[in-house]
């Protein structure tokens, strides 16, 4: 198989990362697509950085079995974590989501005061703090940790008093920070940008989109993008339950999945 046939391998704690591959697909219709979401050991966003560091290498062997030509670590914990060792270890390009999100933020940003939301981990690592302020060292990070955002999202609930209240909650004290651009750190909170949006009415970046561009540019610079007409294969593997994977990975990606096998990866 020609090294532009074979396809992009997208790993999450979960149906969260469905949101990039949602993306993926916009940007790159024609492109083969396997998807792994560890679902029999999410969250990683409440984990310490040693799991989630195991748990990512082993969600990138299992990918690599499959033959990907580029890795998304479309999880912003493991991103945050993982990313560096991933790209030093991997023999394939490696793309997380926490670089494009905070280029994008500082591109669009004018006061260079920006929020990033996400997970605990995530916002403890400063990842996106350290990437925004590689790409602009006078920018002001402030990191919000949002963990109540993962559990309703999964739960179904998108809008309505909760999440509003919630949203409120963890996001009033921004209005007076003068930020002006704020990162959606996270798998899950594009699903709620706009409950976000109402409460914040600052705008919004999804570091999902951003993701899908910069997948695109690195097939692009290294000449694997799949130019085959056929119907693209879109391959799906949980470490759990691949029955609530389908019901509510069809609201997280638009459509309906099937092709779902149960896997074990690592120990
Ligand atoms: N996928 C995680 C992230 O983007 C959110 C869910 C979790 O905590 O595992 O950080």
Not at 69 to 98: D, E, Q, Y
Not at 172 to 179: E, P, Q, T
Request: proline content about 4%.
């Amino acid at each position: 198989m020609s090294l532009s046939e074979k396809p992009i391998g997208i790993f999450d704690s979960g149906i969260g990362g469905l949101t990039v591959l949602k993306e993926i697909i916009k940007e790159l219709p024609a492109e083969n697509t396997v998807y792994l979401g560890d679902t029999a050991r999410v969250p990683y966003g409440i984990r310490s950085p040693e799991t989630v560091g195991k748990y990512s290498i082993e969600n990138s062997d299992f990918l690599m079995s499959k033959g990907i030509k580029v890795l998304v670590v479309a999880c912003n914990t493991s991103s945050s974590i993982s990313l560096l060792s991933l790209k030093k270890n991997l023999s394939v390009p490696v793309v997380g989501v926490v670089e494009p999100g905070a280029r994008a933020a500082v591109a669009r940003s004018r006061t260079k005061k920006i929020a990033v939301i996400g997970t605990e981990t995530t916002i403890k690592s400063d990842s996106y703090k350290k990437a925004i302020q590689s790409a602009d060292s006078t920018a002001e990070v402030t990191g919000i940790a949002c963990p109540l955002f993962v559990p309703l999202v999964e739960e179904g609930w998108l809008e309505g008093d909760v999440v509003t209240l919630t949203a409120e909650k963890y996001l009033a004290g921004v209005k007076d920070l003068g930020v002006d651009t704020i990162v959606l750190g996270c798998t899950h909170y594009p699903m709620i940008k706009d409950v976000i949006a109402d409460v914040v009415k600052i705008p919004l970046i999804d570091s999902a989109v951003e993701t899908a561009k910069e997948v695109h540019n690195v097939l692009r610079e290294n000449k694997i993008l799949r130019n085959n007409g056929g119907e693209p294969s879109r391959e799906f593997f949980v470490t759990d339950s691949p029955e609530k994977f389908a019901e509510t990975g069809k609201i997280f990606l638009g459509r309906a999945i099937s092709n779902i096998s149960k896997i074990t990866v690592g120990a």
